[in-house]
């Protein structure tokens, strides 16, 4: 039997409604409007379309944007002189830096300069450290769009085999971390494999709730996944253009083969990119409220 197909596009659009009417209620009761500052260094081609799709989409929920677009080669002292403006800056409530970011410049430096409260793509030591303790603070973007995608499917997760493939600190560590607290969605048993794990099959097959951030395209097969298996394929991978020039996206599932196999899927494009980007919006809303100290 073919897999319940679990698409991230229409829980986006679910959530923005919701973050629609907070926004709308945030202007009309305390006259404020959530403001997300993004910082892109240099013109990485995927880093500029993933930075305008986060312009656009605050646009559309009405936040209001803040783009900033630096020299590949501005150097550090000057890149976090601006942070520490938009860090002091009342205006701003969420503060982004898209990666990767120049080798000259030291990722760890800047994002240690972002303040915690403005941190809304998780990626502070503080956060980090929240989210290992299961206190409140900003977590990652896709670990929380995954979270929100598995809680509105109903995905039994309590005590649930849960095997993530892929360690970044974006998302499989935090996601690790955050699927193993005492909360709804979550409370299960997670294994994280990556690239030195000797025999990956053998706990892909184990696994109730399969997770692949690997960047690899189509690398988890159908022989991999037990039949009633819950897939989730967070890699976006492009294997080529189109003969209009659009890029052509696949994911690190073999989403034919495995769809086969897997009692649910997420599919890419539109499963969890979507969640990614609209947990900014919500982290960015919650920001602007955490100003307020509402
Ligand atoms: N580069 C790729 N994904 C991300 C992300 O979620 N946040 C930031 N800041 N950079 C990225």
Do not use: W
Not at 38 to 67: A, F, H, Q, W
Not at 117 to 133: A, E, R, S, Y
Not at 202 to 229: F, K, N, S, W, Y
Not at 261 to 277: E, H, L, Q, S, Y
């Amino acid at each position: 039997m073919s897999a319940r197909i679990i698409s991230g596009t229409e829980t986006a659009k679910q959530i923005s409604e919701e973050l629609k009417n907070e926004v709308a209620e945030l202007k009309a009761t305390r006259n404020i409007v959530p403001g997300l500052a993004t910082v892109i260094v240099g013109c990485d081609g995927p880093s500029l379309t993933y930075v305008g799709n986060k312009v656009t989409m605050c646009e559309k929920l009405n936040m209001r944007p803040e783009r900033h677009d630096l020299p590949a080669d501005i150097s550090e002292k000057e890149l976090l002189a601006l942070i520490a403006c938009l860090n002091a800056d009342p205006a701003v409530h969420g503060l982004l830096v898209q990666l990767p970011l120049p080798k000259h410049i030291c990722e760890t430096r800047v994002l240690m300069a972002i303040s915690p409260l403005k941190d809304v793509d998780g990626l502070h030591p503080v956060n980090v450290g929240k989210v290992m303790i299961g206190e409140d603070g900003f977590l990652p973007c896709t670990p929380a769009g995954i979270h929100e995608l598995l809680l509105r499917a109903e995905v039994a997760m309590e005590g649930a085999e849960v095997v993530v493939v892929g360690r970044s600190n974006i998302v499989g560590k935090p996601l690790a971390s955050l699927l193993m607290q005492k909360r709804p969605g979550a409370n299960a048993t997670v294994t994280i494999c990556h690239s030195q794990t000797r025999d990956l099959k053998q706990h892909t097959l184990r696994a109730d709730v399969l997770i692949a951030a690997i960047g690899r395209p189509r690398c988890i097969t159908a022989d991999m996944v037990r039949e009633g298996t819950v897939v989730i394929d967070v890699g976006t991978n492009e294997v080529g253009k189109t003969a209009e020039g659009k890029r052509i996206l696949v994911g690190d599932v073999d989403f034919e083969a495995v769809k086969e196999k897997a009692a649910v899927i997420t599919p890419v494009p539109g499963g969890v990119g979507p969640m990614t980007i609209i947990m900014l919006m919500k982290n960015t809303l919650k920001a602007a409220k955490l100003a307020l100290g509402a």
